[in-house]
């Protein structure tokens, strides 16, 4: 089983970087996919990105338009959002999760952490 925890969030001027953090642990991530949600007040759960541990795959909403970037550090067994060029409308909770190998979802989740987006 693997423990996600998310850091890095917090209160950030509009146009303005973020980076936020997600640390696992339990198991090894080598065949794990990694990927990262955010949950709006008011608004369903949407996908931002995801990275597949081995190679390095990424995949991303198209409504991010190239603003956020998913990484990863394998030694660390971290998995980081860098968010830039932030808007307003990017205030939202942010969650890590992890689909294990020979699975179909997203079957662990962090706790998230607030992202907040000031004029």
């Known amino acids: 089983q693997v423990q996600l925890v998310e850091s890095g969030g917090g209160l950030v001027q509009a146009g303005g970087s973020l980076r936020l953090s997600c640390e696992a642990s339990?198991?090894?991530?080598?065949?794990?996919?990694m990927g990262w949600f955010r949950q709006a007040p008011g608004k369903e759960r949407e996908f931002v990105a995801s990275?597949?541990?081995?190679?390095?795959?990424?995949s991303y909403s198209d409504s991010l338009k190239g603003r956020f970037t998913i990484s990863k550090t394998t030694a660390k067994n971290t998995v980081y959002l860098t968010m830039n060029s932030l808007k307003p409308e990017d205030t939202a909770v942010y969650y890590c999760?992890?689909?294990?190998?020979?699975?179909?979802?997203?079957?662990?989740w962090g706790q998230g952490t607030q992202v907040t987006v000031s004029s």
């Open positions: 990275i597949t541990w081995m190679s390095g795959s990424t």
């Open positions: 999760a992890a689909d294990p190998p020979g699975d179909t979802s997203w079957s662990y």
């Open positions: 339990g198991r090894t991530l080598r065949y794990y996919r």
